[in-house]
């Protein structure tokens, strides 16, 4: 069985601050791992993803997250946030050979303030 | 490329009446996978679609169904309507079988039960 478990529903920084969301997944196979982004009254997009190779992947908008297969966790940075980064972030794993099922976290509110 | 399409966009019913959502995935996408959306419950799993069969399910009761026409098209039903059942149902697109090719969100279908 799969879970994902983000840590922080709510967080606040102000703008040009540092921030991590964090995500947490347990699965007794391996997985793709995956970071959405819902911005208000938009659907969801995807941010990032981990299929193989580095551990460390990047969004074109300045988001990063490291895969961590020792501590399961998937955690996501930015060094440097903007008030339009606003918004839901999900974290989601799909385990490999399985289709397209995906399991989500409960999701991260980030509220940039100015 | 014109994007996912779910239709209607909003959807207000009373308790025991039945339902039907409809989800037209993108162009050449023959995977269409659905979920249910709730404020602190995040996205969860209803089922996915491949080519007209069901490949997964999440657990849901059995009220809660669904199917895929030839043209890659998805429907979602839900019978009996509860309460609880009050949630966005997001409809996603892939095209591929797996979790290795991304998911594209539509806007969703806001449901509320009276």
């Known amino acids: 069985a799969q879970s994902v478990t983000q840590l922080d529903s709510q967080v606040p920084v102000f703008e040009e601050a540092p921030v991590e969301l964090r995500c947490n997944y347990s699965?007794?196979?391996?997985?793709?791992l995956f970071w959405y982004v819902q911005y208000p009254n938009q659907g969801l997009q995807l941010l990032l993803k981990y299929l193989s190779g580095s551990t460390l992947v990047e969004s074109i908008n300045g988001f990063e997250a490291e895969f961590n297969k020792s501590q399961t966790s998937f955690h996501l940075r930015k060094p440097s946030v903007h008030i339009s980064d606003t918004a839901e972030y999900f974290c989601a794993v799909s385990p490999l050979r399985t289709g397209n099922q995906f399991y989500f976290g409960t999701g991260t509110s980030l509220t940039v303030i100015p | 490329k014109a994007g996912v399409t779910q239709t209607p966009r909003y959807l207000i019913k009373t308790r025991g009446q039945q339902v039907t959502l409809s989800c037209s995935p993108i162009?050449?996408?023959?995977?269409v996978s659905w979920y249910q959306q709730t404020p602190g419950q995040g996205l969860q799993f209803l089922f996915e679609y491949f080519s007209e069969t069901q490949r997964n399910k999440g657990n849901f009761p059995g009220r809660f169904s669904g199917r895929q026409f030839s043209n890659s098209r998805s429907e979602m039903n839900v019978s009996t309507l509860e309460l609880g059942d009050s949630a966005l149902y997001l409809c996603?697109?892939?095209?591929?079988?797996?979790?290795?090719?991304?998911?594209?969100f539509g806007p969703g279908t806001r449901l509320t039960v009276l």
């Open positions: 162009s050449g996408h023959r995977s």
């Open positions: 699965s007794s196979v391996s997985v793709y």
């Open positions: 996603a697109s892939s095209p591929g079988p797996t979790g290795y090719n991304e998911q594209f």
